[in-house]
């Protein structure tokens, strides 16, 4: 087996090296080294520039034998100033946002959100979350649009679908709280390539806090009464409104009213109720520009809260009292099958669990330990806490490494597994067909896991910076059906949540990732006793059927079943499909019968 089809011949560390590697015994490569060098600072601050860091990396590490000697072959220079970039990188202020869907629910201190053309919520700020209750990948609840804005909220729906000629409205949205209405402004935000459109909806309210009473009181002398009075002009906007808000005549008002006017130098009401907002919108500007945390789409998140201090999230879809099926991510988009085919799964009494492995979501992570060891701990758990019976398994890509490990360990915790997308253990030629950036990555964090480190973070930061788009277009442009699936923007909320999901704690869940993919587990292939169906899009770049059948000859209990028209983001593309399968999975094992295999999909 060469190391170039990603296998670890010995242990992976618990850890990243954080420091900068084995000694490097290697000379300068000018021509390369040079250009590794200063394109790994321009990609600290240059999106382009992450391209060519690893157009470099791919032509040094094509002049160096795939070795355990590899990283010895780095010459001391360039590791240095590899390191110190990490050090320039380490001391950067998060970068401004410029993804247009985050922009869209930036500097604005009340609820904002952006909807898919079918209305489910891409992005929200935290007041969205908190006020609206919208969750990213959900449908924004219809309670919380006034009814008296209903008729106008679908009509830019439809214009969103281009089934009407509306682009901007004024909404009034109902809170949680059942309090006041709000004002919103909506608009349709349309993506570079021709299609449906996103809509808009921020708020035009701003709150009045404790703070803004205390700087209109310091900035313009007003007195204790006069701020009051200011506060429930600025909320109701209407003279007679204060007065009975306050208990007071009409005349109290309008004379308060009038002083007001006169120490904030406001020659109307108008320019008043400007200076108001001002001052209201400076005083919670710590709050604006803030898109929501990862949460789970389905509002249905659990946690199992371990002794050893370990937590272990997952959510769910189907039937609540079904039989359990594990879903176990990995690093493509995917975190959960559509919600659409929730009534396939209940129907079939199935309740798929989907786990948050280490380091996802609200999974902790354990970097004590190795990414496998971390993985099987927190499965292990979930299985002996939450599903405490045998059952059947699905892995996305690596997610099924630690279901493959358990399984030779432990049969009897698995009924069948289910293997959807390419991981290297299940055929090592592929890696070779991997995108250049996975190529590279996967090569170098077996020789310097903090190189890896160093890029993941690079990345993370464009990620911040131009959103998911600027990850998308560097692993997708060259798959076609994988790339549309991307600019489908009624797909945008799934692969959205997809990518928080992952980065929810940080880059490092992704270099530990990468770790996980180069464990030594290829014997537990030979010696597994369970079923494993392999499902293999045909459209994901790697796809190659003559090397796959190779798994079957290698074991008996392994089938492999080509997906067409699927890549890598096969759950969005073939979903009753698999959906199907999983059924079809489930029936078969029952009564503990053989599981039944077609020969495609």
């Known amino acids: 087996m060469h190391r170039d089809e990603g296998r670890s011949k010995h242990a992976v560390k618990a850890g990243m090296d954080h420091e900068e590697g084995p000694v ?23 999106q382009e ?24 072959q780095l010459s001391r220079a360039l590791l240095a100033q590899l390191a ?20 869209a629910v930036q500097d604005v201190p009340g609820p904002a959100l952006v909807l898919s053309p079918e209305g489910r ?80 909806i921020r708020s035009l309210e701003i709150e009045w806090t404790d703070r803004a009473s205390e700087m209109l009181a310091q900035a313009f002398g007003l007195s204790a009464a006069e701020v009051e009075i200011a506060r429930i002009f600025f909320r109701v906007r209407d003279v007679a409104a204060t007065a009975a808000a306050r208990n007071v005549s009409l005349l109290t008002v309008r004379t308060q009213l009038k002083s007001i006017m006169a120490k904030t130098e406001a020659p109307s009401q108008v320019e008043l109720m400007r200076i108001l907002a001002m001052t209201a919108g400076r005083a919670i500007q710590d709050r604006q520009g803030k898109t929501d945390t990862w949460r789970d789409p389905l509002g249905r998140e659990e946690v199992l809260n371990l002794a050893d201090g370990r937590s272990v999230a997952w959510t769910w879809l189907g039937d609540p009292n079904g039989r359990p099926v594990i879903l176990c991510r990995g690093l493509p988009m995917c975190y959960l099958l559509p919600p659409d085919s929730e009534g396939q799964l209940r129907d079939a009494g199935i309740k798929l669990l989907a786990l948050s492995r280490p380091g996802f979501g609200n999974s902790s992570q354990h970097p004590n330990l190795s990414p496998l060891e971390d993985n099987l701990a927190a499965l292990r758990g979930f299985l002996d806490h939450v ?44 890696i070779r067909r991997l995108q250049p950036t996975q190529q590279a990555m996967m090569r170098l964090v077996g020789m310097l896991p903090w190189l890896v480190d160093l890029m993941a973070k690079q990345a993370h930061r464009m990620i911040q910076t131009y959103g998911v788009d600027w990850y998308i277009e560097r692993a997708y442009r060259t798959r076609p059906l994988d790339y549309a699936t991307c600019k489908d923007p009624n797909l945008a909320p799934f692969i959205r949540n997809a990518c928080s999901h992952l980065l929810a704690q940080g880059h ?81 094992t029952t009564f503990g019968g053989d599981q039944t295999f077609r020969p495609s999909l």
């Open 24 to 46: 490097a015994s290697g000379m300068i490569d000018p021509d390369v080294d040079l250009d590794i060098i200063s394109n790994t600072y321009r990609a600290i601050v240059d």
């Open 49 to 72: 520039a992450f391209d060519a860091m690893i157009d470099s990396w791919q032509a040094k590490l094509g002049r160096i034998p795939d070795d355990e000697k590899a990283s010895k």
């Open 387 to 430: 599903v405490k019976a045998p059952c059947i398994a699905i892995g996305l890509s690596n997610g099924v490494l630690p279901l493959l490990a358990e399984a030779s360990l432990r049969p009897d915790r698995f009924h069948a597994l289910i293997a959807i997308g390419y991981t290297g253990v299940l055929d090592r030629s592929g």
């Open 121 to 200: 919520v891409v992005v929200t700020n935290t007041e969205g979350a908190s006020v609206l209750g919208a969750r990213q990948g959900s449908f924004l609840d219809l309670d919380r649009i006034d009814p008296r804005s209903l008729e106008t909220f679908r009509t830019m729906m439809r214009a969103a679908n281009k089934r009407a000629n509306r682009s901007q409205a004024i909404l009034r949205m109902s809170p949680l709280n059942d309090g006041d209405a709000i004002l919103a402004e909506s608009w349709l935000l349309t993506p570079k390539i021709e299609g449906a459109a996103f809509v808009v």
């Open 84 to 103: 110190l970039a990490r050090t320039t990188l380490d001391g950067l202020d998060i970068p401004a946002e410029n993804d247009p869907l985050a922009r």
């Open 508 to 588: 490092q869940t992704f270099v530990r990732e990468l770790l996980l993919a180069r464990s030594d587990i290829d014997p537990a292939i030979d010696t597994l006793s369970v079923p494993l169906t392999w499902v293999a899009p045909k459209e994901d770049g790697v796809f190659d059927e003559t090397s796959f059948r190779r798994i079957e000859r290698k074991n008996p209990r392994i089938r492999l079943q080509p997906l067409e028209k699927a890549g890598e983001l096969a759950l969005y593309q073939q979903t009753l499909r698999i959906v199907d399968l999983i059924v079809d999975t489930a029936k078969s």
